[in-house]
DNA sequence: TATCGATAAATTGTCGACAATAGCGATATT
DNA sequence: AATATCGCTATTGTCGACAATTTATCGATA
């Protein structure tokens, strides 16, 4: 057991803001740390490469990134912790499937929440954030013209991440990306047929409102732009499985 | 004491099967279980009997509650993603000290937060919330009389987590009882020893707004209510080590 | 005597092994 | 032939032991 893992783990406490996308070939040999594992794992859950309900077996995602099951349990735990994942006891970790109680419950919270972010933003009047929100819109921009819809789907909740991050407040900002998460596994799970395709053009105007210090319009930007993002969306029936069954057993 | 080189923790043949007896360890099983242990962990820092930048051994710990050390492992992990507990790499688990920062961004948090959980339960109108927060908030004033102020401090903070799982959301729930043990922290570190004992008074008339239905009344209560506490913080200076150790440099 | 270095002790991090439980398939019975 | 029961397998839950790192103590030396 003569393994050279050099493993820095430095200050577990403090989340690494900054969101990469790095495929790096740490499958099957070689140890990936916690955050690795967990970054992978939401972000296969952010681009629906994992659906809801899929069972997220341990044997079998310590295999596939090389490490102990314990570390797998790990971070699975922590999943849970944010409902991302559930934890059925002696059953195992599968990827949530919000209710739609759930999923009001949380566009309910974002609302107030947003708009406190937004609030920070424009007291901040700080020209590097402007610079680092239009990058991203640019980045959003580029992922749709690519037609990468799941690269879409998770920039653009990880827009509404970044503006918490600079925010300054880290807490919005955990709450923000643990919030943004589940609104990943909403859309995807009622998100009608028909793409809006409007996101991007609004998370743009809302960084132009931001620049010019428009904090009224601003917040009404992004207050609008939650409550398309929801419109969008087919909360009046129940979960596909259970409308199904239910149907099924209506005839 | 002739132990030179004693490598083995079991050469003592001390039987460990039942050490350190299970009198208020376990809450009446054979072992606590992983909520009970985060209960009362959590119980306790929010009555302050264990106070900020308390060390949490893994192993007293253990012993204490008479599990293993694994599952104390897991509750710490879980206290520290809730931001109640800090954990140090290779060095331990200690009860969180929020920094000024952190104690303005729970209360920024917090205030939109409970206006939402406001509207909610004046949206339900039902009298059975009513009955379950008079009867807390009785419960908050029994323990005023008994001059239990750590009582106080904790049934205050359980008033809004109650509050909180009334209204239905789960979400808002979680999110309060996390904001409610932080607050907790705060105030037991910000705190002026002068005791407003303003807070029963003010849980009392927001209970008294919602049974009457009047919303605008109730959430104008509750921000005054969160303001107050917040007024009655000592936030100007950093916290009490930080502060003296700044002056103790700086002579 | 004070500072620096080395050794010792205690505590945390990690892992593999064992036990328990749910799911599934085969088998036998009505 | 359909169903209920029993046993098997695969996966999860739990634990104790080992390894690594940090902290404390002690001794040597200038």
Do not use: W
Not at 50 to 59: F, N, Q, R, S, V
Not at 75 to 82: C, F, N, P, Q
């Amino acid at each position: 057991m003569q393994k050279k893992t050099v493993k820095r783990r430095d200050a577990g406490a403090s989340a690494p803001p900054s969101l990469q996308d790095e495929r790096q070939a740490n499958d099957g040999e070689g140890g990936a740390s916690d955050q690795e594992i967990y970054e992978r794992i939401i972000t296969s859950i952010m681009e629906h490469r994992l659906p809801p309900g899929t069972k997220l077996g341990e044997d079998k995602l310590a295999k596939i990134f090389g490490v102990s099951r314990a570390r797998v349990r790990q971070v699975l735990a922590r999943l849970a912790l944010e409902r991302v994942v559930v934890l059925h006891p002696n059953r195992g970790a599968f990827v949530a499937e919000p209710t739609v109680e759930e999923a009001r419950e949380v566009f309910e919270v974002r609302r107030p929440l947003e708009a406190l972010v937004v609030r920070r933003i424009v007291a901040k009047k700080d020209p590097a954030i402007i610079a680092r929100l239009r990058a991203h819109v640019e980045a959003e921009e580029a992922a749709r013209a690519a037609r990468d819809r799941r690269a879409i789907i998770r920039l653009s909740g990880e827009y509404h991440v970044l503006l918490a991050e600079l925010s300054g407040s880290t807490l919005a900002a955990r709450l923000m990306h643990e919030l943004a998460s589940l609104t990943c596994l909403i859309i995807f799970l009622y998100d009608a047929p028909t793409v809006p395709a409007c996101r991007d053009q609004e998370h743009s105007e809302i960084t132009q409102a931001l620049a010019d210090g428009d904090e009224a319009t601003a917040i009404r930007l992004m207050t609008e732009h939650l409550e398309h993002v929801e419109a969008c969306l087919d909360l009046s029936r129940g979960r596909p499985e259970e409308l199904d069954l239910e149907a099924a057993l209506a005839d």
